[in-house]
Structures are given as C-alpha cells and as structure tokens.
C-alpha cells in the first residue's frame, strides 16, 4: 500500500468481512466455501502486509497490469461488474429487504479486493505514466463510454430495486417475485395464508372464510390489512374472525379441496370469483391466455432478464404489458373460455360443487364476483353466466362491475402494468359485501 493508514484500511475491511462472516456462522452456518474463502481473505491480507517476498511478488504483478492502462482499467470493469452483479444475483437487494450479515461480509470482501486493485504497491509516478498513455490511446474513449453505460446501468437498477418493487397482472417479472417476498410471502400466517393468525375457537365465534386467488389475497397491496377481507373483518367487530384462504394462481379446481382442508370449519364462505379461475381448463391449450405474452427463450438471455431488474422493466413491462393487441387477445381468450361449452360445463360442475359442500354443511355461501378491471364490459358475457350458476341456487351474489364503473381506471388497479384491484377497489369491495354478510349473520343468529 502507498501509505500506512491505506494498509490500515485494507487491513480492517479483512476483519470486518470476517466479523460479518462469524456473525452470519453463528446465526445460520455457513457452508465450507465460505469458511475457506474467509480464512483465505486473512492469511492474503497478513502475508501482504508482513511477508517481503509476498510484496514484491504483488507489486511486481500490479505493475505489469498497470503497464497497460486501457487493460488495467478494463480488469476494474469486470471486477466491478462481476463484484456487484453477484451480489445482486445471490442476494437480490430490494426495499423492504434488510442485507444481511453474509451480504456485508461479501461487501467488505469486495471492497477489500477493489482497494487491493485501485492502491496496493500504487505511486505518483505510476499515475502519471498511465495518465499519459491513456491520453494517447484510442481505446479510452471507448472504455469512458463503456464506464458511463455501466454506471447508468447499475444506478437504474439501484432505482428500480429502491423505488419499484411492485407487482405485474401476470407474475412474469423479477419485481413481482421480489413483491411477494417483501409483502406478500412475507405476511404469511402458520397456515401459509397472507393473514393473521387465526382465533382460537370460542363460544359465539363466526369464522368467515375467504376463498380464491390473488384478488381475494390483495396481489399488489403492500399493507395486509387494506385487502377487503381485513376490512370486513375489523368493521364486524369481535363476533367474527375472518380467515383468508386464497393464493396467487388459484383456480376453481384448487378452492374446494383447501377449503375441505381448512382446519377451523367457517360458518361462511365468501368466494371471490374472477374470470381467470377456468384458467386451469385453459393451461397450454390453444385459449391459454398466458400464450399472448412471449418468454425470452434463450438460457443465458433470460438469466439476464430474470435476475436484473433493468432488463426486465424494458423487456416485461414496457415491450409486453404496454400491448394493446397482446392485452385484448388475453383479455379476448379468457373471456371466449366461457363460450366454450365443454370448458364451461366443467367449471360450472366445479362451481356447483362448492355450492353443495357448503350447504351440506348448512354453511351460508357469498360469492363476490370481479370483472377484468380494464375490460368491464366485454367481461359481462362470463360475469352473467357465472351469476346464473349462483343464483339458480339461491346464493347471494356481489357483481363489482357496476360498482366500478364508477371510478376513474387509474383508481381501480394497482398500477399500469397490473389490473388487480387496488386499495380502493378492496374497500368498495367490502362496502358491497358487508350488508349481504351481515344479513348471513343475522340468519345464523335466527337459526341458533
């Protein structure tokens, strides 16, 4: 090192990465790669320092690189790129996500290996030799322009990762998964259900079930206790406990069997029904609605878009979901699945079979039903066979269509590129739901 107090610095981002390194082996271990690599990082740093032939052997090597400035600086590139890519990769820092022990033992280990490349056996008149020949190379231009086109990479995707973690309509991006694991897997109960835990059974206690797919889990909304399912719970007071039975990709076919296997048996059911649950009778037919947006095929290609937030935004959400032609043909495949008599027949079968479960059970049955946010006309073909069902059976049916006719769009989804119900729609949603519940309490109230 030019000076004591760098060989210092150097020193300490050595004990610091092997701190956070103890501290992430006394909380969860670690596996033996990581315990060589750290003890590695030690004995580097002290034969560095204290061992002459080790010194010499370094700065002879460090001024052989440095001869070359135009490689030397493009040796930083790759190990910047390579050091902040992997970080991103195997740790995928977003907000909401605090970094962990291991993540800041990987930090100081890399800043300890960049102040090896940037200072270790550097002087002036090395500076002044390279600034020279840079100056006369053509290649600094390109290695200025590459520099810049990294930087800017790597400030939008710090952005994106700060500021956009937000959900898609289709759970495709990189900022989707990580939405689910900041707020929504993140608010699971023991039951593996994004909501609280459920009340211990008491005398007088009505358990509501909630049951469907992301727009009954609140796909989009970060705060739990904004989905309607929440609000309907604290607007009913102590004499129910609303319990949340719903995932993101649920469809008819699934409801019913984790619905039998609930272990606290509601004395209601809310069924929030939305158009993609025949998706199940759809998956890779020619309707699958899914078909109208393209995967990147190529191995190393998708790695990229998948791992990277910057990639992603621009190939996802600005080249897909911006589509009109791809959002109609989707929006078009699953509303036609309705028209299809075989299709049809089964989920009306399915929707049936709800019907009889529940009232096997002499359970009260609610079903809410949600158009496609953006297409709430031409979703009113389906809506109105799927009512029918409902009806012929004499269950009280919530249509949001016309409750959300109402509103402004951009009010109603969570946001461009996701047409799932936003914080104003799961409150108009519980404002529509909450007489007909309880009407259903009153009656069990009568019956008891």
């Known amino acids: 090192m030019p000076s004591r107090f760098l ?7 050595a004990a610091l990465a092997v701190f956070f390194g103890i501290r992430t082996f006394l909380d969860f271990e670690l596996n033996p790669p990581v315990i060589a690599a750290l003890v590695a990082l030690v004995l580097a740093t002290l034969a560095a320092i204290f061992v002459p032939a080790v010194r010499r052997l370094l ?16 040796v930083l590139l790759v190990y910047l790129v390579l050091w902040i890519s992997r970080w991103l990769v ?9 970094i962990s022990s291991i993540e800041f033992a990987y930090f100081f280990t890399g800043l300890w290996g960049l102040l090896f490349l940037l200072a270790y056996g550097f002087s002036s008149t090395q500076a002044r030799t390279m600034a020279q020949k840079l100056g006369k190379s053509r290649l600094t231009g390109l290695l200025i322009t590459l520099t810049t086109i990294l930087v800017i990479f790597f400030l939008t995707e710090a952005y994106l990762r700060i500021f956009y973690i937000t959900t898609d309509g289709y759970g495709f991006t990189a900022m989707n998964y990580h939405w689910y694991k900041n707020y929504g897997w993140a608010q699971d109960n023991s039951l593996g259900y994004r909501d609280n835990e459920p009340r211990p059974d008491a005398p007088g206690l009505i358990r509501i079930a909630v049951v469907g797919d992301s727009f009954a889990m609140g796909h989009g909304i970060n705060n739990l206790d904004d989905t309607f399912a929440q609000i309907l719970e604290r ?29 606290y048996p509601p004395n209601i059911v809310i069924l929030s029904y939305y158009l993609n649950d025949i998706d199940y009778l759809l998956t890779d037919t020619a309707q699958d609605p899914n078909a109208n947006f393209a ?25 897909q979901f911006t589509s009109q032609t791809r959002a109609q043909a989707f929006v078009g495949d699953l509303a036609s699945a309705y028209d299809n008599e075989q299709d049809w027949d089964e989920q009306r079968f399915r929707l049936n079979q709800i019907v009889d479960w529940t009232q096997a059970r002499d359970m009260q049955l609610i079903v809410i039903v949600w158009p496609h946010i953006t297409a709430i ?24 269509s016309g409750i959300l006719r109402e509103y402004p769009l951009n009010q109603l989804v969570v946001n461009r590129f996701d047409a799932h119900p936003s914080v104003l729609s799961h409150r108009l949603a519980a404002d529509a739901l909450e007489p007909t519940v309880r009407e259903a309490l009153s009656h069990i109230e009568q019956a008891g």
């Open 90 to 98: 195997l740790y995928q820092p977003t907000a909401g996500w605090w």
């Open 59 to 74: 700065r002879q090597l460090l001024e052989r690189l440095r001869a070359a400035p135009a490689l030397y600086w493009l």
């Open 235 to 263: 607007r009913l007071g102590d004499c129910c406990d609303v319990n949340l039975l719903a995932e993101s990709g649920w469809d008819t076919d699934l409801e019913l069997p984790y619905l039998e296997q609930y272990p």
């Open 377 to 400: 006309d031409y979703s009113q073909s389906a809506i109105t066979k799927v009512q029918e069902v409902f009806e012929a059976r004499a269950v009280p049916v919530v249509d949001m």
């Open 7 to 13: 060989a210092i610095i150097w020193g300490l981002l």
């Open 295 to 319: 995967f990147v095929k190529d191995p190393s290609l998708s790695w990229f878009v998948l791992n990277f937030f910057v990639p992603n935004y621009l190939y996802y959400n600005l080249l």
